[in-house]
């Protein structure tokens, strides 16, 4: 159930808006918002775009607690778990957990096409984080599923989405840029758009865009469940940018969002390693590789994702703080 108040004062708007769990009467979510009379639509947009992104959360993460209660899950059960693991951080043990719940799902409904977004999802996760040899192999299978998805669904948001990632891990940030815009086209509400946006144009040499798509992502919805790689995109630009105070900023962010995230350590330990503090530096090195030991510059820069001479040089300024926090050549 969704209640509030509204107040004006002159030309200023202010309203309270309340989720509630209408059987308990708990409280899910509360904002408040204030605005000019004038931007009243734009209120309207912004509480519409936060409700759904928390609603969303909620609903994944009620229906995959009511899954694990069930004695005899079916597709859904299974694809709700494997969401719920996937927003609780990209560790390698959420990643194998949501893994399993899609592929699980998948043999209940080999239709089922959440699930197959979902375990696109996963390997795309696991073919962009430069914890594994193979990770070609991973990005192309998730391209192929996400395609097949679209085939079926050629309007699914999600599907766009998931292509847009593959393509911007895969040296074609600009068509991935498309999908995502087409995604936010087609779902107004759908917040992470507006991050993976920003996230795509630090590979064009465009980083210095990259901040105000995670604002405006932010401020939609800022408390986010994912809100912690949106922190760690905007630290990454501020490094491509040679911004290394501003990275360090974003980046602790995103580590104090959410711990399970390793990129963000590690990108912390380069952001920290430039600004002279080596042994901090080094620290976080070791939290980022202590959650997955996987991660090497040779790998990072094996996979090529870019080849905008504007982010090359950038990211030749985040191997040398790598280098100097003790991340592994490999």
């Known amino acids: 159930m969704l209640e509030g108040s509204v107040q004006r004062s002159g030309n200023r708007l202010r309203m309270n808006v309340q989720l509630i769990d209408a059987q308990s009467g708990q409280h899910l979510w ?33 229906e995959a607690r009511r899954a694990e209660r069930t004695l005899h899950p079916d597709a859904m059960d299974l694809c709700f778990q494997g969401r719920a693991w996937l927003m609780k951080g990209i560790s390698l043990e959420c990643v194998t957990q949501a893994r399993g719940f899609f592929e699980r799902s998948l043999e ?46 050629p309007n699914s948001a999600s599907a766009h989405m998931a292509r847009g990632w593959v393509q911007t891990f895969t040296n074609r940030a600009a068509q991935g840029i498309r999908e ?75 580590t104090e969002a959410n711990r399970n995230f390793h990129l963000a350590h590690i990108s912390l330990a380069a ?15 070791r939290t980022g590789l202590a959650l997955n030991s996987g991660f090497t510059i040779r790998r990072l820069l094996a996979a090529q994702q870019s080849d905008n001479p504007i982010y090359l040089a950038g990211l030749q300024r985040l191997c040398e703080g790598w280098r100097l926090a003790g991340v592994p050549e490999g």
Request: charged content about 20%; overall charge negative; some cysteine.
């Open 271 to 285: 952001a920290l390693a430039l600004t002279g503090a080596l042994d901090e530096a080094r620290t976080a090195a």
């Open 108 to 153: 209940f409904d080999p239709g089922n096409v959440e699930a197959m977004i979902g375990l696109a999802n996963v390997d795309t996760v696991v073919g962009g984080s430069f914890t594994t040899d193979d990770g070609p192999a991973r990005l192309a299978a998730a391209e192929a599923m996400v395609n097949k998805v679209l085939s079926i669904r």
């Open 30 to 62: 509360a904002e408040r918002f204030e605005k000019p009379v004038g931007d009243l639509f734009d209120m309207q947009d912004e509480i519409v775009s936060r409700l759904a992104g928390t609603l969303g959360a909620q609903l994944i993460e009620a």
């Open 180 to 254: 995502f815009e087409f995604a936010l086209a087609l779902a107004p509400n759908l917040v992470h758009a507006h991050a993976a946006l920003g996230f795509a144009k630090s590979y064009i040499g465009r980083a210095a865009e990259t901040e105000g798509h995670i604002l405006e992502a932010l401020r939609l919805s800022p408390r986010d469940v994912f809100a912690y790689q949106w922190a760690c995109f905007a630290g990454v630009a501020k490094l491509l940018l040679g911004s290394d105070v501003e990275g360090v900023s974003w980046l602790r962010r995103s």
